[in-house]
């Protein structure tokens, strides 16, 4: 652990004296040990076997039980939710690392993806046996966050706030080591997955301390478009962590270009990208209309557009610095593939990318640059 990542965990147990905090550990059963004495009662989300602790003396349930322990991504940690009533939750992530130290959760009303504030989960597992196979996404997930570290400072500056800038340094130290550290193994998946294993457990500590950091970027926002597009066609997509990846890098690319003001047409069009979503994404008007931002008064967009402008010179540095990091990431990322990335090349259709770009701030809310830029309304052209 560097210099930072002490100070910032040092933070972290300052601010979790009272024990509300997630506890790290390398395999379930130690967790479940930790959590429930031998003889408690745990319901299971995402195992196939459970025979280890059935030897261990625990009683499996349904529901109603002293703990929760669940396998798998968000959408088996959402479902274990539940059910957990209470009970102590253990998250044994085979992906989706970042989500596991937080209260907060990703989740789905109807087809949009909506955050909600739930319970501190009391354990995360972090067992390099038990990863995805796919390594490349896992990596994905976790090179994510500093688009995320970046939307974060903006949204900070157009608050009139002052940006998180130890998180950001974290986030940034963490994808040079990551990358680094995987250069040379990307074909030795055991040390591959070793490393994987660590940098995913920094990670989570990273956004333990900052639960804003998470799904706060506008690639996150985008993939849900895409997934909502991809879904109402009936076409499949890739997992997150590579969505999320392939999107940073257009989405940073998206954010250089239009990071200098200049006339734009305010305010956007809120009727016709209602429309746009019921008719692409197949959507009820009715929850169409409930996830779309509202439009800025005149006022605070002046304010916003004069911060921007303010802040020009401090954000331009940011990007550029997660633009090289993304493209010396993803030589790494491509290789993680046992095809070095020939697999993933057509997963998302460029074609798509314009109307899912315009459409991401109204299916996923996220206090991110493209948000604002919905705003100044450049975004309404992309719609076809």
Same mark, same amino acid.
Do not use: W
């Given at each position: 652990?560097?210099?930072?990542?002490?100070?910032?965990?040092?933070?972290?147990?300052?601010?979790?004296?009272?024990?509300?905090?997630?506890?790290?550990?390398?395999?379930?059963?130690?967790?479940?040990?930790?959590?429930?004495?031998?003889?408690?009662?745990?319901?299971?989300?995402?195992?196939?076997?459970?025979?280890?602790?059935?030897?261990?003396?625990?009683?499996?349930?349904?529901?109603?039980?002293?703990?929760?322990?669940?396998?798998?991504?968000?959408?088996?940690?959402?479902?274990?939710?539940?059910?957990?009533?209470?009970?102590?939750?253990?998250?044994?992530?085979?992906?989706?690392?970042?989500?596991?130290?937080?209260?907060?959760?990703?989740?789905?009303?109807?087809?949009?993806?909506?955050?909600?504030?739930?319970?501190?989960?009391?354990?995360?597992?972090?067992?390099?046996?038990?990863?995805?196979?796919?390594?490349?996404?896992?990596?994905?997930?976790?090179?994510?966050?500093?688009?995320?570290?970046?939307?974060?400072?903006?949204?900070?500056?157009?608050?009139?706030?002052?940006?998180?800038?130890?998180?950001?340094?974290? &986030? *940034?130290?963490? !994808?040079?080591? +990551?990358? #680094? %550290?995987?250069?040379?193994?990307?074909?030795? @998946?055991? /040390?591959?997955?070793?490393?994987?294993?660590?940098?995913?457990?920094?990670?989570?500590?990273?956004?333990?301390?900052?639960?804003?950091?998470?799904?706060?970027?506008?690639?996150?926002? &985008? *993939?849900?478009? !895409?997934?909502? +597009?991809? #879904? %109402?066609?009936?076409?499949?997509?890739?997992? @997150?962590? /590579?969505?999320?990846?392939?999107?940073?890098?257009?989405?940073?690319?998206?954010?250089?270009?239009?990071?200098?003001?200049?006339?734009?047409?305010?305010?956007?069009?809120?009727?016709?990208?209602?429309?746009?979503?019921?008719?692409?994404?197949?959507?009820?008007?009715?929850?169409?209309?409930?996830?779309?931002?509202?439009?800025?008064?005149?006022?605070?967009?002046?304010?916003?557009?004069?911060?921007?402008?303010?802040?020009?010179?401090?954000?331009?540095?940011?990007?550029?610095?997660?633009?090289?990091?993304?493209?010396?990431?993803?030589?790494?990322?491509?290789?993680?593939?046992?095809?070095?990335?020939?697999?993933?090349?057509?997963?998302?259709?460029?074609?798509?990318?314009?109307?899912?770009?315009?459409?991401?701030?109204?299916?996923?809310?996220?206090?991110?640059?493209?948000?604002?830029?919905?705003?100044?309304?450049?975004?309404?052209?992309?719609?076809?």
């Amino acid at each position: 652990m560097n210099k930072i990542d002490n100070i910032s965990a040092a933070r972290q147990t300052e601010n979790n004296v009272d024990g509300n905090f997630t506890r790290f550990y390398d395999n379930a059963l130690e967790a479940l040990a930790s959590a429930v004495p031998e003889g408690g009662s745990v319901a299971f989300v995402g195992f196939d076997d459970i025979e280890q602790f059935l030897r261990a003396g625990y009683r499996p349930v349904e529901r109603y039980s002293d703990a929760v322990v669940v396998r798998g991504g968000e959408r088996e940690f959402a479902a274990a939710r539940k059910i957990s009533l209470g009970a102590r939750l253990i998250l044994v992530p085979t992906h989706a690392y970042c989500t596991v130290a937080i209260p907060d959760y990703r989740t789905t009303d109807g087809a949009f993806a909506v955050k909600v504030h739930g319970e501190l989960p009391y354990a995360a597992v972090f067992d390099k046996n038990l990863m995805d196979d796919n390594l490349a996404s896992i990596f994905g997930e976790i090179v994510a966050l500093d688009l995320c570290a970046f939307d974060l400072a903006f949204g900070a500056h157009m608050r009139g706030d002052a940006p998180d800038d130890d998180v950001c340094t974290r &986030v *940034a130290v963490l !994808v040079d080591d +990551l990358t #680094s %550290a995987l250069s040379s193994v990307v074909k030795n @998946r055991t /040390e591959a997955a070793r490393i994987l294993c660590d940098g995913a457990k920094r990670a989570a500590e990273i956004v333990s301390t900052a639960p804003r950091l998470l799904h706060c970027s506008g690639a996150a926002q &985008v *993939a849900e478009a !895409v997934r909502m +597009l991809y #879904s %109402a066609e009936d076409r499949p997509l890739g997992m @997150r962590g /590579e969505t999320e990846m392939l999107l940073c890098g257009f989405v940073t690319e998206f954010y250089i270009k239009n990071i200098v003001g200049g006339a734009f047409t305010f305010p956007p069009d809120n009727n016709k990208r209602i429309d746009s979503i019921c008719e692409y994404f197949h959507q009820d008007v009715r929850k169409a209309c409930l996830h779309t931002t509202p439009i800025y008064p005149p006022l605070k967009m002046r304010l916003c557009e004069f911060r921007r402008n303010e802040y020009r010179a401090e954000l331009t540095k940011r990007l550029t610095a997660v633009k090289r990091r993304h493209n010396t990431a993803f030589k790494v990322f491509k290789r993680l593939y046992r095809d070095d990335g020939f697999s993933m090349s057509n997963l998302i259709d460029r074609t798509d990318l314009g109307l899912c770009l315009a459409l991401a701030p109204d299916v996923f809310a996220a206090d991110s640059m493209l948000s604002f830029l919905k705003q100044t309304g450049k975004l309404d052209e992309y719609i076809i």
